[in-house]
């Protein structure tokens, strides 16, 4: 199996580009985001190749809307300093911190619909292959003569598997 990146709706690509969901929207709609996809529970679905392609840069925020401080020597004095860095450096962390969160959290989905996926796939393989081992008892049953056929126990839900021959 494949490791393919995940694909973002419309709200996570806007958050991990640092972009407003109408330039997502109106790229998706001008069709510079092959390999969307619309999803009828989660929207519009755009890979991140897409998004790379299209020239998005990932976990890169938009820079914070700056507010002038009026006072007189405000600037000169280091208003609006912290310890760790500015207000505008700690914002610009957290925001940078949000995106990878939701990007995770939309790999992580995308994983479990995954082996969700393949785990339905190999139930229906297996319900073939104990539907098939039963038919392949029944003819072999079939083919022996009367007074030497063998009774195979049919064990409740396995559809004619001897548990003893086939190691279940």
Excluded: K
Excluded at 16 to 40: F, M
Excluded at 74 to 87: D, H, K, W
């Amino acid at each position: 199996m494949s490791t393919t990146r995940p694909m973002l709706n419309q709200r996570e690509a806007a958050a991990a580009c640092g972009v407003s969901r109408s330039t997502i929207r109106r790229r998706r709609e001008a069709g510079l985001l092959p390999g969307a996809v619309e999803d009828p529970e989660r929207g519009w679905l755009i890979p991140v190749e897409a998004l790379l392609a299209a020239g998005f840069t990932l976990n890169a925020p938009a820079p914070p809307d700056t507010v002038p401080d009026s006072r007189p020597g405000a600037a000169r004095a280091g208003v609006g300093n912290t310890p760790g860095g500015t207000i505008a450096e700690l914002h610009v962390e957290l925001e940078r911190m949000r995106h990878q969160h939701a990007l995770e959290l939309a790999e992580a989905r995308r994983g479990r619909e995954l082996a969700e996926s393949e785990a339905a796939h190999l139930r229906a393989r297996l319900d073939v292959r104990v539907e098939h081992i039963g038919d392949l008892q029944r003819a072999l049953q079939a083919l022996m003569p009367a007074s030497v056929r063998p009774a195979i126990p049919q064990p409740p839900g396995q559809a004619g598997i001897h548990p003893g021959v086939y190691g279940l």
